[in-house]
């Protein structure tokens, strides 16, 4: 019965190959892809059943499996170098996956700056799609930027890169660095510093109207001391950070597709990089 299954498949996809060979090369795309699938929230996160997950990433390899098929049989049937394939495979998929997450961890900390700003940090939700308790605004920003990640279709601009990926660095190969180690580890350190200036730039509406706010209490308490602005700014700073959020949400919707940008940018030159 699964052998006439895997033979269906086989012929679907258009792949003559022996079925050890495949059961291989798929391992090897798994463990490119699955990273990504895991670790970003745009498919569901952490709530998302494992088995789910598998099933997506055995279609997505079944889709790229015809790329590969002239690879495959260079593929290693010994256990030492295919486990280093694996370990290469690995790599990469972790590799991609934290350039892929750089604007969804910038939404939950720009979330988490807002919340400290307006004083709601103290509310506390659980966001299914990382399975973390944050606060209101996070919760909402990572909603918001996955929503719109898969109605620009960004989730097809994942697949595509893993197709440029294994055409830059093959199954059956390891990562040349062209033009040495440092410039890819040096593109790691500079995402890293971007996750904090795209985390800024989204919050930047809310934490100048919150702190103008602040600035504005702290002039009344001054002239009128008997003014309790301790617990006037409980109420009113919330409000202010929502309304400015909202009035705002075309502006950050703007520069978050901007982001999108940078971020597969970044994902082209980090594969240009290792091959």
Do not use: C
């Not at 033979?7 to 490119?32: C, M, P, S, Y």
């Not at 295919?82 to 892929?100: Q, R, T």
């Not at 969804?104 to 973390?132: K, R, W, Y």
């Amino acid at each position: 019965m699964l052998g006439d299954l895997v033979e269906a498949v086989r012929e679907q996809v258009g792949i003559k190959t022996d079925f050890t060979v495949l059961l291989l090369t798929v391992a090897l795309l798994l463990a490119r892809i699955l990273p990504t699938i895991i670790l970003t929230p745009m498919v569901g996160g952490e709530t998302t059943p494992s088995e789910v997950k598998l099933g997506l990433g055995v279609l997505i390899a079944l889709v790229l499996m015809p790329g590969v098929q002239d690879r495959m049989q260079y593929i290693p049937l010994s256990p030492l170098p295919f486990v280093a394939l694996l370990m290469k495979e690995l790599f990469i998929g972790y590799a991609l996956s934290f350039i892929v997450s750089l604007v969804f961890d910038a939404a939950q900390i720009a979330g988490g700056l807002m919340d400290n700003m307006s004083g709601t940090n103290q509310a506390q939700l659980m966001v299914p799609s990382i399975q973390q308790q944050v606060s209101l605004y996070a919760s909402l920003q990572v909603q918001l930027f996955v929503t719109l990640f898969l109605t620009m279709n960004g989730h097809h601009l994942v697949i595509h890169s893993f197709a440029d990926s294994l055409a830059s660095i093959p199954l059956d190969g390891f990562p040349h660095f062209s033009h040495g180690a440092w410039p890819f580890f040096d593109l790691v350190i500079r995402v890293f510093g971007d996750l904090f200036r795209v985390s800024l730039a989204l919050s930047a509406p809310v934490l100048l109207a919150t702190f103008l706010t602040d600035l504005a209490l702290g002039m009344i308490n001054r002239v009128a001391p008997q003014v309790q602005v301790f617990f006037i700014a409980g109420q009113i700073k919330p409000t202010v950070a929502a309304v400015v959020m909202f009035a705002s949400i075309h502006v950050i919707f703007i520069r978050v597709v901007d982001e999108y940008g940078v971020m597969f940018t970044w994902l082209k030159r980090a594969l240009m990089l290792l091959s």
